[in-house]
């Protein structure tokens, strides 16, 4: 009796009656006000009449600015992905339909606009939104498999290797290798994790693709302070080339005067080690008209691909350009989505971007000897020395004088 009559016990007394208040009241303050927003119950699809009013419009590419596809595009992405993403009317409201649920994430991917500016443009809320993204992501991904693999037998590797050799005139590629950064939102206790050398916080997307700019293999979510190379031994496709699954073909002889065999490769750039199925450019300061100085240029010009494939992707999906405000799990999602989507509407539209390399009339670092002694800009770059062993050298020469006698 004495200790509860004390005045250090009614303090703690007096401090848990009123913790227990303010619970009470914050408790109160929380009861909805309406079981849903007006502005909700009043959205009467508002997302497919706005599809309706951008197709009947005479500007014929108003679909295309809008979702970055074109009305035939969507039509028929709605018949692919519609079984995964419907949802069933119930007593209480109508459920929000396979279209809208469509046009919110394909405006989410145009744009990268924020969850709260894309409600007043659907009438959807924000914790719909961000469900509806995921689970249309997802559906995405599932139903778009078969358009982002690897070839898989030796006559499609061949098939890639001789587009890549009539576009560029590098022979034996198998495909052009380079990471690109995402920029993400800062995840939370992440420290430095995603932070990288450009100052902000990325995930980083692995992409190899053929000549077409098709993407036939694709890693996203590693932490951007990872390199490139570093990304690479830690995916999937270093284990299957390590391990030659790939079905590969052989090395061959790519004409009479060298009789040495010379084997398939992926074009890399300084950021990749030198492996027997990796080739990346020589490194330094090479004379004008040297067979290296024309390896690098020929290198450059056939590995450019991947970099059109980046610029195509950031263009017509906006949401790369970031900063993604998403946690890395959910934009590893994203950015996925954004790769598979690519691939579909390349199948669709296969002539829709040019090959940049076929209107350009001069090439950075061009060995012609009538240059009147100018230096490019390939002169300035000394590059970076790794070491190589002997044999990949010579592979590397190989290549090297094949191209400069060709």
């Known amino acids: 009796m004495q200790i509860l009559q004390s005045p250090q016990w009614a303090r703690v007394l007096a401090r848990v009656l009123a913790m227990n208040l303010v619970r009470r009241r914050r408790a109160l303050a929380q009861i909805r006000q309406w079981w849903m927003r007006p502005i909700f119950i009043q959205r009467r699809e508002a997302g497919n009449d706005l599809l309706d009013v951008i197709m009947q419009e ?50 989410y991917l145009a744009t990268g606009d924020c969850f709260a500016s894309l409600q007043y443009l659907f009438r959807v809320s924000v914790r719909s939104i961000s469900r509806i993204i995921v689970d249309v992501c997802n559906a995405l991904i599932q139903v778009l498999q078969e358009y982002v693999r690897l070839p898989g037998t030796i006559e499609e590797w061949l098939k890639v290797a001789q587009e890549f050799e009539s576009r560029s005139k590098f022979p034996h590629v198998l495909g052009a290798m380079d990471g690109k950064h995402v920029p993400i939102r800062s995840p939370k206790h992440s420290g430095t994790e995603y932070y990288n050398y450009k100052g902000y916080n990325r995930i980083v997307l692995l992409a190899v693709c053929d000549a077409n700019y098709n993407i036939l293999y694709a890693d996203v979510g590693c932490q951007g302070r990872v390199s490139d190379g570093g990304v690479f031994k830690n995916s999937s496709l270093y284990s299957l080339l390590e391990n030659k699954c790939l079905n590969i073909s052989a090395p061959q002889i790519l004409n009479a005067p060298y009789a040495q065999p010379v084997p398939f490769v992926l074009l890399g750039d300084k950021a990749f080690a030198m492996t027997e199925y990796l080739i990346r450019p020589f490194a ?79 090439v950075i670092g061009s060995t012609s000897s009538s240059s009147n002694g100018m230096t490019t800009v390939l002169d300035e770059l000394a590059g970076i020395q790794i070491r190589s062993s002997n044999d990949l050298k010579e592979m590397s020469m190989r290549f090297a004088n094949y191209l400069a006698n060709k």
Do not use: C, W
């Not at 692919?80 to 405006?107: C, F, G, H, Y």
């Not at 020929?298 to 999906?317: D, K």
């Not at 993604?324 to 296969?350: C, D, G, K, M």
């Open 58 to 107: 005479q500007f014929t590419g108003a679909t295309f600015n809008f979702l970055r596809m074109k009305n035939e595009d969507f039509e028929h992405l709605l018949h692919l992905v519609e079984p995964k993403i419907r949802k069933t009317d119930t007593n209480m409201r109508k459920a929000i339909t396979s279209q809208e649920r469509l046009l919110i994430t394909l405006r």
């Open 284 to 362: 330094g300061t090479h004379a004008r008209g040297s067979v290296e100085r024309t390896f690098n240029t020929l290198h450059s010009r056939a590995r450019s691909v991947i970099e059109n494939v980046f610029g195509i992707l950031s263009s017509r999906f906006r949401v790369l350009v970031g900063p993604i405000q998403l946690e890395p799990e959910f934009a590893r999602l994203v950015v996925l989505t954004t790769v598979y989507l690519h691939n579909f509407l390349r199948s669709r539209q296969p002539t829709e971007y040019m090959d940049l390399e076929s209107n350009s009339t001069s």
